[in-house]
């Protein structure tokens, strides 16, 4: 999984098992108490009646009044599931964004809302760097410049920094990593992280656009494509000569180089996923081999692929995606974190992402040249297939680590007979 594209389509495979969403759900509120604010997001400490459905932790609601959205709640629970007819017995969290709420309100889930839309409606927004999904024509990136109502199977167009335009349609909308609503209000707080997928009817890059509703951009706008490109990514890199070969029964890395890259954090208004500045990343240059007699998964090992210690400890642990919270007893975040660390493995890059792209976007010929690469190390390569790519991987770790070998791993389970490992110096 050596690219954004496979990084955030694993990161969209763990939250479908972590964001349930509350369906044909209604509560009343008995309490509603004001308990602190964080990120222009309110948080209450709430009891309340199950009037229909079923109201479970991570369930969602519209703040609805008079065919108007005011705002967005999130049920945060760690009691079992209520369901009609049935109250709560303790206080339970809601955090509430672009509304308020008080005892007696009836709360619905996204699905059971019918806003008022205005006819003929039209909106706009601008992208900010666009990650691939789990097809060549999805997209996800945050957004920003928001006018106008937006909602899910919204029809849009836009023209990216290439001057490349493209229609899509909106197929999810998210806000916060907490809210995520069927329709999208703009009267948020200035700073609410929005951002949204698409579906679109071509390849092109939805990273820096201009998007509007269908027939919203001039047809006079003239196209700016070029072979080449100038980065608004800066950042340095130092080339470190490693040249070592990791290989067990069916697969064959040669490292080349490891490129030291510190971005630059005068940059961060492009991130779309936050960014540890503090750290040092590493990208890995290299050629994978399939030296088996079948299909191999190269992204499983690229995803695994990481510093690690002579008795098998990954560098990993600095960024896992569900590393547990020191003295956490919560049973469900333990056992997240015991599927991250042994099943999953290398879920720090998904953290580490925006980094990989912005290096990507520091290489003039990279669209033309290194990402077809990129593209087949995330497919299934054939017997005795190579593939070179100057940007196979990414690791991440502080300036102060001791680096002292890399490695990898196979199969479902973490054990030491299946770590790859070879000693390096830097």
């Known amino acids: 999984m050596a690219t954004s594209k496979t990084y955030l389509s694993l990161l969209f495979f763990l939250l479908s098992f972590t964001f349930l969403f509350a369906q ?10 004001k308990a602190g604010q964080q990120n222009g997001i309110i948080i209450y400490q709430v009891q309340f009646k199950v009037l229909s459905g079923e109201a479970k932790n991570r369930s969602e609601f519209t703040l609805f009044e008079n065919g108007i959205i005011k705002g967005y709640a999130y049920l945060e629970s760690y009691s079992d599931p209520l369901t009609a007819g049935q109250v709560t017995k303790f206080d339970e969290v809601l955090y509430v964004l672009g509304g308020t709420i008080s005892a007696g309100q009836t709360l619905s889930s996204h699905d059971l809302v019918k806003p008022t839309l205005p006819v003929n409606r039209t909106f706009s927004f601008t992208t900010g760097t666009a990650f691939i999904g789990n097809t060549p024509t999805a997209f996800s990136t945050n957004i920003t410049d928001i006018k106008g109502l937006i909602k899910v199977g919204d029809a849009v167009e836009y023209q990216n920094f290439k001057g490349e335009r493209s229609k899509a349609k909106i197929t ?6 907490k809210f995520h ?3 999208l209000i703009d009267d948020l707080p200035k700073d609410a992280f929005v951002g949204i997928t698409i579906e679109s009817e071509s ?9 509007t509703a269908l027939g919203g951009i ?3 706008a003239t196209a700016t494509a070029s072979n080449t490109k100038t980065s608004q990514i800066t950042g340095k890199t130092q080339t470190i000569p490693v040249n070592v070969v990791l290989k067990n029964d069916e697969i064959k890395i040669t490292v080349h180089n490891l490129i030291k890259f510190n971005p630059d954090p005068s940059n961060s208004q492009y991130d779309v996923i936050k960014i540890d500045y503090s750290l040092d990343y590493y990208i890995v240059d290299a050629t994978v081999e399939n030296i088996s007699s079948h299909e191999i998964d190269p992204g499983e090992y690229l995803l695994r692929f990481n510093f690690y210690s002579p008795d098998g400890k990954s560098a990993d642990e600095f960024l896992r995606l569900f590393k547990n919270e020191k003295g956490t007893t919560n049973e469900v975040k333990q056992q997240a974190d015991l599927v991250d660390k042994m099943v999953f493995g290398g879920t720090s890059k998904i953290k580490s992402a925006g980094v990989l792209v912005k290096y990507q976007e520091m290489i003039p010929d990279y669209d033309q040249k290194h990402k077809p690469l990129v593209e087949k190390l995330s497919k299934t ?8 790519s100057v940007v196979a991987t990414i690791l991440s770790v502080p300036p102060t680590y001791k680096i002292e070998g890399l490695g990898t ?13 070879v000693p390096v110096k830097i």
Not at 172 to 177: G, N, V
Not at 203 to 211: L, P, Q, R
Not at 381 to 388: F, L, N
């Open 409 to 421: 791993w196979k199969g479902t389970f973490f054990s030491k007979k299946n770590l790859i490992f």
């Open 172 to 177: 999810s909308i998210d806000i916060e990593q």
């Open 381 to 388: 390569m054939a017997p005795k297939q190579q593939i070179h």
């Open 181 to 183: 609503p069927t329709v």
């Open 218 to 220: 001039s047809s006079s």
């Open 24 to 33: 044909n759900t209604k509560i009343q509120l008995t309490k509603a108490t």
């Open 203 to 211: 390849k092109a890059d939805f990273s820096n656009a201009k998007v």
